[in-house]
């Protein structure tokens, strides 16, 4: 019998949630994202230590901000992880330009830029911007210049339909999350069956499916198993190395749950969301609307330790 994690391969494009690449190495994942605190971890290793190196010295040389050096920090990690993985690899844009559809474009624009200039074509990177109004806006100019967006911080419906009219490559529901909240307000106990979070990317899938939608559903951010089997046959889903590492021990049989076809018979007819209407629904889910200003907060601040370790870094 085969491992759970190489049953799931066969039916989910497998994709691992980290920055760590012997974690990677150890998995072989089809594709790799990263985020301000995953960067921010595999940064005080040891053994990415050159990375850290080879960004300062950049700076100084060129009398950089430190932000462009965290930039430049990100794509070192992206580039690196671009020769372990054969797909795509997901670079995050800054999260305190979440509410800013102009400056996530030109920092988007920018990240592509470098790597390019090592030789990595932008088919092989994907743009992380926050689901907000002004990230999904964001998304829609640089998806008409063939730059392929991943939506983070996906949370409601709403999120979703949203992306898929900006014609986002992929969104990232966010699963564990969702799961977090409702066990933080009714006490319940939750089975991958019940589970919100689960619940949540299925209809998602769902409604995707019904309406032959392309964007890509990738289920993101879990807490066990029970999760990412209650998903098997998503069409991705982004896997901590610990979550990996349990599924490829456990020699179980993994039952594919979600199947496009089966999919769409209790999809809800497909929403027209303009700004007006896209804030009001968002609006009356309560969830959704404390977890996406919950996650942009974290990211900015983890966003902000790795800044002010490179200033320091800079200075000294």
């Not at 102009?102 to 592509?112: H, L, T, Y």
């Amino acid at each position: 019998m085969s491992s759970k994690l190489d049953q799931l391969k066969t039916m989910t494009t497998v994709v691992a949630d980290t920055g760590d690449m012997q974690a990677i190495g150890t998995f072989k994942p089809t594709d790799c994202t990263t985020n301000p605190t995953l960067v921010l971890k595999a940064a005080q290793m040891e053994q990415y230590k050159h990375l850290v190196d080879e960004a300062i010295t950049w700076g100084r040389s060129r009398n950089a901000m430190t932000s462009q050096v965290t930039d430049r920090l990100a794509v070192n990690f992206g580039a690196e992880l671009t020769k372990l993985v054969p797909g795509r690899v997901s670079t995050e844009v800054d999260a305190d330009l979440s509410f800013d559809t102009q400056g996530s474009v030109e920092k988007a624009r920018a990240i592509i830029a470098d790597y390019a200039s090592r030789g990595i074509g932008r088919e092989r990177i994907l743009i992380k911007l926050a689901s907000t109004w002004e990230g999904i806006r964001a998304a829609e100019i640089l998806q008409k210049e063939g730059i392929d967006c991943n939506m983070t911080l996906i949370f409601s419906i709403a999120q979703a339909a949203a992306c898929a009219d900006a014609g986002a490559f992929l969104i990232s529901p966010f699963v564990g999350r969702i799961l977090d909240w409702f066990v933080k307000s009714t006490g319940q106990t939750y089975t991958g069956e019940t589970d919100p979070g689960v619940l949540s990317v299925r209809g998602i899938y769902s409604y995707y499916k019904a309406h032959d939608i392309k964007t890509v559903v990738m289920g993101a951010s879990f807490r066990n198993l029970g999760e990412i089997e209650a998903l098997a046959g998503c069409d991705r889903l982004t896997i901590s190395p610990q979550l990996l590492a349990e599924l490829e021990k456990d020699q179980g049989t993994l039952t594919r749950r979600l199947v496009p076809a089966e999919a769409s018979a209790s999809a809800p007819a497909r929403f027209t969301l303009d700004e007006k209407a896209f804030r009001y629904l968002f609006n009356e889910d309560a969830m959704a609307t404390e977890k996406l200003a919950e996650g942009i907060r974290l990211f900015a601040k983890d966003l902000g330790t790795l800044r002010e370790m490179v200033s320091r870094r800079l200075e000294g």
